[in-house]
C-alpha cells in the first residue's frame, strides 16, 4: 500500500509564493504520471498540473506562467511551486500519482490526503 503525503500548504498574501510537496514512501518500483489536482469549495476536484515519467509537463491555462511542476524520480517525490498566487487559487490541493509498488503486478493510482492552500486578498 502506498499514501502520498502532501506538505506546504498554508496561508499567504495575494501575490505571494508557496511550495508544495508529495512524498510517496513505501517499496515503489516505478511512477508514471503524478498531478496535482484541486478542490475548491462547492467545486469539483479538478487536475491543473501533470508531469510524466520523462519530464514533460501540462498546465491547464489558469495556472500556466504561475506554477511550475517538477518532480524527482530518485526520491519519488513531487513539487509544485506556485507563484503570483489569487484568491481564486484557495482550494484543497491533491498529488496523485500512478504507482506500481512491489506485490502488485500493475499500475495503481493513488492520493493523498490534500493540504489547504488559503490565499487572502
Known amino acids: 500500500q502506498v499514501q502520498l503525503v502532501e506538505s506546504g500548504g498554508g496561508l499567504v498574501e495575494a501575490g505571494g509564493s508557496l511550495r508544495l510537496s508529495c512524498a510517496a514512501p513505501?517499496?515503489?518500483?516505478?511512477?508514471?504520471?503524478m498531478g496535482w489536482y484541486r478542490q475548491a469549495p462547492g467545486n469539483e476536484r479538478e487536475l491543473f498540473a501533470a508531469v510524466a515519467s520523462d519530464g514533460n509537463t501540462n498546465y491547464v491555462d489558469s495556472v500556466k506562467g504561475r506554477f511550475t511542476i517538477s518532480r524527482d524520480n530518485a526520491k519519488n517525490r513531487l513539487y509544485l511551486q506556485m507563484g503570483s498566487l489569487k484568491p481564486e487559487d484557495t482550494a484543497v490541493y491533491y498529488c496523485n500519482a500512478e504507482v506500481l509498488s512491489s506485490g502488485n503486478l500493475r499500475y495503481i493510482n493513488y492520493w493523498g490526503k490534500g493540504t489547504l492552500v488559503t490565499v487572502s486578498s
Open positions: 513505501g517499496s515503489i518500483i516505478s511512477i508514471k504520471a
